[in-house]
């Protein structure tokens, strides 16, 4: 493994990379580090050599599905770099990387705008309140407008918004970019592979356009700062130093979002982007403190470690792989610490830097840096390391709910049994997966974010530890209810010889409101049921009502009240009046008209404008209830409620209606009562379920 030179916290950078699915993200990474030198070729995510793109999942779907780290070195700066899955199903490693940068890169495509996914990510870095730099891509494709691209962003992500630069050219015609720091052309040499360019004057056609951005950045700059806008306004000329200072100062208090634009492909705009991430962004020492409790901790070199674990990885040969942010302190190769989740020690050995699928060994990591280590035995994702013997815990990275579920079964025996042991490990590698067996419904239940995330999940399962699986849809937890008081007795007599069995029990049942649950009470009087016997009753009932009436589905939000009876003093006992308490529940929860609850859940499904009647006609055919709906920018989120068992794989058909432009959360609303033919179906399901 080779090794890298270490880089003091003023001299690093942590920068997310982040952006809708397929705005260029990767490609700007491999760009940056191959001008920059780090990497010794430009990758291409087509061909399958991208830097960071590189897992055999990640081949066979064309995207990006894990964060991975890599560097660029300018201006003796090491800028880490975070690449992010841009599609909603991977955005738990998108926030992961958020979590732990500085300052974000956020992508938009030249040719697509603003997305869906490009809102979603901006939103992630308002809520951390990390600086924010916009890189329009693709500068170089057909149909490539800068401008509308410009008007999208200050329309749906901020009106705070502005260029520095603008293109000269767009599409074929992308020849350079005007830098209006400088007020000069960056013009390309064709035939060069690092960004290398001619500085000249501006081009006559584009003098009138120059001069009114370049105002308005100075205008703009003028107002982070009292005596600079005293010298502006006195007629002065903000200087490139002062202005880069008072864009440094506008991005930290999110006055100001610089535009930059490029082609990453043609290494165009690189090195520009790479100087003003030095200049712009702040280091982990300019950046804000974490907070434990009321505790600050700074990108301090001596102050106490406290470093976050925000990827955990499995590699064949290797072992899992801990990704970590230093956020306090200082770590050498050989280190002991502690976890401050469960005060475990743990070894760093081989200490390195990550680099795409590569790792380079380092003596020490400063304050500030992201590091990665190989075998730490007690220590996950979101996870604390700090000094040996204490506990700081850093906040940790809120992932996403894992609301869509699928059942899965192994194919064959072996890969049953494997199950218990392979997936935990998938989430240990990633949090927003689960699984866990169900004993109602007899099936392992996988969820996920989405159908994609889950379909890469059991990929790599057979990739890594060999193990295949078969999916199905998940049986639904029906529940049943009753709608009528009744009442009625439930006698349990046995005499065979010897000691007999006797138990009588009189009950009323009588509905509940939902989410009731279950309610005994006990009227006996005059001692005709002693005293003892009366909670065998209730378990008798308890136990049938598991069994349900109407579909063998558990009976809920019911009332049962114990008012008489009859016992023998030689023949009553406990499980006489179980008995009784069970047939008694029979008896008399069939005159009390049960019905069949059915679950379901509030989705919001978040839609280009378009598609709004597209998307409503659907829910309304999946017996979906439209709650409302809220416009919003071209946007609307449509809210609706709708049974479960209606939704098994609605991520896939939202997908198809919209072309992968709108996506949808879901919460558990509770349960509604089934409609006539739904029960039908349901029981017969059950029937032909039990004679099997």
């Given at each position: 493994?080779?090794?890298?030179?270490?880089?003091?916290?003023?001299?690093?950078?942590?920068?997310?990379?982040?952006?809708?699915?397929?705005?260029?993200?990767?490609?700007?990474?491999?760009?940056?580090?191959?001008?920059?030198?780090?990497?010794?070729?430009?990758?291409?995510?087509?061909?399958?050599?991208?830097?960071?793109?590189?897992?055999?999942?990640?081949?066979?779907?064309?995207?990006?599905?894990?964060?991975?780290?890599a560097y660029a070195e300018h201006l003796d700066t090491k800028i880490n770099l975070l690449d992010t899955p841009g599609y909603l199903d991977f955005t738990g490693d998108?926030?992961?990387?958020?979590?732990?940068?500085?300052?974000?890169?956020?992508?938009?495509?030249?040719?697509?705008?603003?997305?869906?996914?490009?809102?979603?990510?901006?939103?992630?870095?308002?809520?951390?309140?990390?600086?924010?730099?916009?890189?329009?891509?693709?500068?170089?494709?057909?149909?490539?407008?800068?401008?509308?691209?410009?008007?999208?962003?200050?329309?749906?992500?901020?009106?705070?918004?502005?260029?520095?630069?603008?293109?000269?050219?767009?599409?074929?015609?992308?020849?350079?970019?005007?830098?209006?720091?400088?007020?000069?052309?960056?013009?390309?040499?064709?035939?060069?592979?690092?960004?290398?360019?001619?500085?000249?004057?501006?081009p006559d056609s584009l003098k009138e356009k120059e001069a009114r951005w370049e105002t308005e950045l100075q205008e703009t700059l003028a107002t982070t700062n009292e005596?600079?806008?005293?010298?502006?306004?006195?007629?002065?000329?903000?200087?490139?130093?002062?202005a880069i200072d008072a864009m440094g100062l506008g991005m930290a208090r999110g006055d100001v979002y610089p535009v930059f634009c490029g082609s990453a492909t043609r290494?165009?705009?690189?090195?520009?982007?790479?100087?003003?991430?030095?200049?712009?962004?702040?280091?982990?020492?300019?950046?804000?403190?974490?907070?434990?409790?009321?505790?600050?901790?700074?990108?301090?070199?001596?102050?106490?470690?406290?470093?976050?674990?925000?990827?955990?990885?499995?590699?064949?040969?290797?072992?899992?792989?801990?990704?970590?942010?230093?956020?306090?302190?200082?770590?050498?190769?050989?280190?002991?610490?502690?976890?401050?989740?469960?005060?475990?020690?743990?070894?760093?050995?081989?200490?390195?830097?990550?680099?795409?699928?590569?790792?380079?060994?380092?003596?020490?990591?400063?304050?500030?840096?992201?590091?990665?280590?190989?075998?730490?035995?007690?220590?996950?994702?979101?996870?604390?390391?700090?000094?040996?013997?204490?506990?700081?815990?850093?906040?940790?990275?809120?992932?996403?709910?894992?609301?869509?579920?699928?059942?899965?079964?192994?194919?064959?025996?072996?890969?049953?049994?494997?199950?218990?042991?392979?997936?935990?490990?998938?989430?240990?590698?990633?949090?927003?997966?689960?699984?866990?067996?169900?004993?109602?419904?007899?099936?392992?239940?996988?969820?996920?974010?989405?159908?994609?995330?889950?379909?890469?999940?059991?990929?790599?399962?057979?990739?890594?530890?060999?193990?295949?699986?078969?999916?199905?849809?998940?049986?639904?937890?029906?529940?049943?209810?009753?709608?009528?008081?009744?009442?009625?007795?439930?006698?349990?007599?046995?005499?065979?010889?010897?000691?007999?069995?006797?138990?009588?029990?009189?009950?009323?049942?009588?509905?509940?409101?939902?989410?009731?649950?279950?309610?005994?009470?006990?009227?006996?009087?005059?001692?005709?049921?002693?005293?003892?016997?009366?909670?065998?009753?209730?378990?008798?009932?308890?136990?049938?009502?598991?069994?349900?009436?109407?579909?063998?589905?558990?009976?809920?939000?019911?009332?049962?009240?114990?008012?008489?009876?009859?016992?023998?003093?030689?023949?009553?006992?406990?499980?006489?009046?179980?008995?009784?308490?069970?047939?008694?529940?029979?008896?008399?929860?069939?005159?009390?008209?049960?019905?069949?609850?059915?679950?379901?859940?509030?989705?919001?499904?978040?839609?280009?404008?378009?598609?709004?009647?597209?998307?409503?006609?659907?829910?309304?055919?999946?017996?979906?209830?439209?709650?409302?709906?809220?416009?919003?920018?071209?946007?609307?989120?449509?809210?609706?409620?709708?049974?479960?068992?209606?939704?098994?794989?609605?991520?896939?058909?939202?997908?198809?209606?919209?072309?992968?432009?709108?996506?949808?959360?879901?919460?558990?609303?509770?349960?509604?009562?089934?409609?006539?033919?739904?029960?039908?179906?349901?029981?017969?399901?059950?029937?032909?379920?039990?004679?099997?």
């Amino acid at each position: 493994m080779a090794s890298a030179k270490e880089y003091p916290t003023e001299r690093i950078r942590n920068v997310a990379v982040l952006g809708h699915g397929g705005a260029g993200k990767t490609s700007l990474i491999d760009a940056m580090c191959f001008v920059s030198g780090t990497s010794k070729r430009l990758g291409n995510v087509d061909d399958g050599t991208a830097l960071t793109m590189h897992t055999p999942e990640e081949h066979a779907h064309e995207i990006s599905i894990q964060l991975t780290p890599a560097y660029a070195e300018h201006l003796d700066t090491k800028i880490n770099l975070l690449d992010t899955p841009g599609y909603l199903d991977f955005t738990g490693d998108a926030l992961a990387a958020v979590r732990v940068a500085d300052a974000a890169i956020i992508v938009v495509s030249a040719t697509s705008g603003v997305e869906v996914g490009t809102e979603r990510v901006w939103r992630y870095c308002e809520e951390r309140g990390i600086p924010r730099i916009l890189f329009v891509s693709m500068m170089d494709k057909e149909h490539a407008d800068f401008d509308g691209v410009f008007q999208q962003i200050k329309a749906r992500l901020t009106d705070r918004a502005l260029p520095v630069e603008i293109p000269v050219g767009e599409g074929a015609d992308f020849s350079g970019i005007i830098n209006l720091f400088s007020e000069k052309a960056h013009i390309y040499k064709s035939g060069t592979t690092k960004g290398e360019y001619d500085e000249t004057e501006i081009p006559d056609s584009l003098k009138e356009k120059e001069a009114r951005w370049e105002t308005e950045l100075q205008e703009t700059l003028a107002t982070t700062n009292e005596s600079l806008l005293e010298s502006y306004l006195e007629g002065g000329h903000i200087s490139r130093e002062e202005a880069i200072d008072a864009m440094g100062l506008g991005m930290a208090r999110g006055d100001v979002y610089p535009v930059f634009c490029g082609s990453a492909t043609r290494t165009y705009g690189i090195r520009a982007l790479l100087k003003k991430i030095v200049e712009l962004c702040p280091s982990p020492a300019e950046a804000s403190a974490e907070f434990v409790g009321d505790t600050p901790y700074r990108a301090i070199g001596d102050g106490p470690l406290a470093a976050l674990v925000f990827k955990t990885a499995a590699e064949p040969h290797v072992g899992e792989l801990s990704y970590f942010r230093i956020f306090s302190g200082s770590v050498s190769n050989g280190a002991e610490v502690s976890n401050a989740s469960d005060g475990q020690t743990e070894k760093l050995n081989h200490l390195s830097i990550p680099m795409g699928k590569e790792r380079f060994e380092v003596p020490t990591l400063h304050a500030g840096d992201i590091g990665v280590v190989a075998k730490l035995k007690h220590t996950h994702t979101n996870d604390t390391l700090c000094e040996k013997g204490s506990r700081v815990p850093l906040q940790k990275i809120d992932f996403p709910r894992s609301d869509i579920a699928i059942a899965i079964k192994g194919v064959t025996r072996n890969d049953e049994d494997k199950l218990g042991e392979v997936l935990p490990k998938l989430h240990e590698e990633d949090p927003t997966f689960s699984a866990t067996f169900d004993p109602e419904l007899h099936q392992t239940i996988a969820r996920g974010v989405g159908e994609l995330h889950l379909e890469v999940q059991f990929e790599r399962m057979e990739r890594k530890y060999g193990v295949k699986v078969e999916t199905e849809q998940p049986r639904i937890a029906y529940r049943e209810t009753i709608t009528k008081q009744a009442e009625g007795q439930g006698r349990h007599k046995k005499q065979s010889g010897g000691r007999g069995q006797f138990g009588d029990c009189w009950i009323r049942m009588r509905p509940l409101p939902s989410g009731s649950g279950y309610e005994f009470v006990d009227s006996i009087k005059g001692g005709v049921i002693p005293g003892k016997y009366v909670p065998s009753v209730d378990k008798g009932v308890r136990e049938a009502a598991e069994r349900g009436v109407v579909a063998g589905f558990p009976l809920v939000d019911f009332s049962v009240e114990c008012y008489d009876g009859s016992y023998h003093s030689v023949d009553s006992s406990d499980i006489a009046f179980k008995l009784a308490g069970s047939l008694a529940f029979r008896e008399v929860a069939g005159k009390c008209r049960p019905i069949l609850l059915e679950p379901v859940v509030d989705v919001a499904v978040t839609t280009p404008d378009e598609y709004v009647g597209d998307i409503m006609g659907d829910l309304t055919s999946r017996r979906g209830k439209v709650q409302g709906m809220d416009p919003s920018n071209g946007r609307t989120t449509v809210n609706a409620r709708v049974p479960e068992s209606e939704l098994y794989k609605y991520a896939a058909t939202l997908r198809s209606i919209t072309h992968g432009r709108a996506h949808h959360t879901r919460a558990v609303a509770g349960y509604e009562p089934a409609p006539a033919e739904v029960a039908k179906k349901v029981r017969a399901e059950r029937e032909a379920m039990e004679t099997h």
